[in-house]
């Protein structure tokens, strides 16, 4: 096992991996930039190293800033958590050229997964469904207008290169497709450097349902179920729960084996996500693989009692998976729902300031995660999520009425936070149903506006 890692991001996904390194008796040693100096979290880890001012190219993206860190530290491996290196697998191999284990999947996994174009191919050989699309990237307008006619519209112009919701578009006509085409292109360039696009048909009434899976080195592969993300806003995830609400035993089995299935086909292994769309059929098509941790693994881990970022850590260290497949078993329902530092009522503007206060639920069955406290000032510089607050109960209803108590309790002042959508979420009878859709928070806030 590793005596030390270095930790290659911040915030509350940071603070994840501190405390799971301190319970495996590592040390750990944070990597922080000048905008996060003097927060508490950087405190619980073993050492903190500066490495660059706030703006995250310079920081949290600055790949020799980060392995002269891991070097100065001595450090055996290095975890990038989620978001800023997490996916890059030129970082990967700068790691492990440098004698220091990445916790993650190997560079070539990665790389063929995290290429939505060369994904699908995979998963086209390997009979994971996919929805109808371009076979490769498309090159040129005429090119996606013929596949527009073809598999009808809306379509979707997604980048091959995309995250975090960035480089989509979706058309319903020809004008849209050729208009969005150009604007998804010069996205996709300036945000991932990488042009490319594909196109494959828009869903209206889908949901959103990932496979949490993990891997060894010896080529074991398990998944840990599905966890349901279809409350989102623009592309955002902002619930999660775990087990998905609507699905049949069937149609869990069939979509845990394929997400299994096309991480085997890679050679996966450390902990990812396989993400599908859902439709109302129970028909369900592959949109992307995350090669990380995400934000909601703690729901996963609620339902199997697996720790992920532990088990993560292990694998890479080289162990095998301590269980197998028969021995994951879904227990139970967990909800999690992201405390943004965003005013709903302006258009999710983001809130930077300082908390004067900022108290959390507790009690049976919640859980929080999160690196702020009274008095922590949040750094223009990054994501907007501050708080994860997860709860898990015996039934959904029980976790929902779970959640509302727990909403009710947490108090973050005086910014304006994602809470009131939540508790209003919580007490939607179609959320409570389980009759929504990706484009649900949108609709209710568009009728709002109105
Ligand atoms: P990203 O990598 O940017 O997160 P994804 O491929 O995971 O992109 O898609 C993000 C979200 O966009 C999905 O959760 C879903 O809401 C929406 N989306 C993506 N593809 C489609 C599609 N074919 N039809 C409808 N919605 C889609």
Request: proline share 5%; aromatic share 6%; hydrophobic share 40%.
């Amino acid at each position: 096992m590793f005596s030390r890692i270095l930790v290659a991001n911040r915030g509350e996904i940071a603070l994840r991996i501190i405390r799971a390194a301190r319970e495996m008796g590592i040390e750990s040693v944070v990597a922080y930039s000048t905008a996060d100096e003097g927060s508490e979290y950087l405190k619980l880890a073993d050492r903190a190293i500066c490495i660059g001012p706030g703006p995250a190219a310079q920081s949290y993206l600055n790949i020799p800033a980060i392995i002269a860190a891991a070097e100065v530290a001595n450090v055996d491996a290095i975890h990038p958590g989620y978001g800023f290196l997490a996916e890059n697998s030129h970082f990967a191999e700068v790691c492990r050229s440098c004698n220091i284990e990445f916790i993650g999947p190997s560079a070539e996994s990665m790389k063929l997964l995290g290429d939505k174009v060369q994904c699908k191919q995979l998963a086209r050989k390997h009979k994971v469904p996919t929805s109808p699309g371009s076979k490769g990237a498309v090159k040129s307008e005429e090119q996606a207008l013929k596949i527009a006619h073809e598999i009808g519209y809306p379509v979707i112009v997604k980048a091959a290169s995309g995250g975090g919701g960035r480089g989509m578009r979706v058309a319903h006509n020809d004008i849209a497709l050729q208009s969005g085409m150009h604007s998804a292109i010069s996205e996709a360039e300036s945000a991932f450097g990488d042009g490319s696009v594909y196109i494959e048909k828009f869903l209206e009434r889908a949901r959103h349902v990932e496979v949490q899976i993990i891997g060894d080195k010896q080529g074991n592969i398990v998944h840990l179920f599905e966890r349901d993300c279809t409350m989102q806003r623009r592309h955002q995830k902002l619930i999660e729960e775990a087990p998905c609400p609507v699905l049949d035993k069937e149609t869990r089995d069939a979509l845990c084996k394929a997400a299994a299935r096309l991480c085997k086909a890679a050679g996966y292994y450390g902990a990812g996500t396989v993400e599908f769309l859902l439709d109302d059929d129970m028909n369900f098509y592959l949109m992307e693989v995350n090669t990380r941790v995400q934000v909601e693994h703690p729901v996963t881990e609620a339902i199997t009692g697996i720790d992920i970022v532990k088990t993560g850590i292990k694998v890479a260290a080289g162990e095998e998976l301590p269980f197998k497949q028969s021995d994951v078993k879904l227990n139970g329902c967990a909800i999690e729902a992201r405390i943004n530092a965003e005013d709903p009522q302006r258009d999710f503007a983001p809130q930077p300031g300082t908390l004067s206060r900022f108290k959390v639920p507790g009690g049976y069955g919640v859980r929080v995660d999160s690196h702020c406290y009274s008095g922590y000032r949040i750094p223009p510089n990054y994501d907007s999520m501050i708080a994860k607050l997860i709860v898990h109960q015996p039934t959904r209803g029980q976790a929902i009425a779970c959640m509302k108590r727990s909403l009710g309790e947490m108090l973050i002042e005086p910014i304006k936070t994602t809470i009131p959508l939540h508790q209003r979420l919580m007490n939607n009878t179609n959320f409570v149903s389980g009759d929504v859709d990706i484009h649900f928070v949108e609709r209710l806030l568009s009728a709002d506006s109105k």
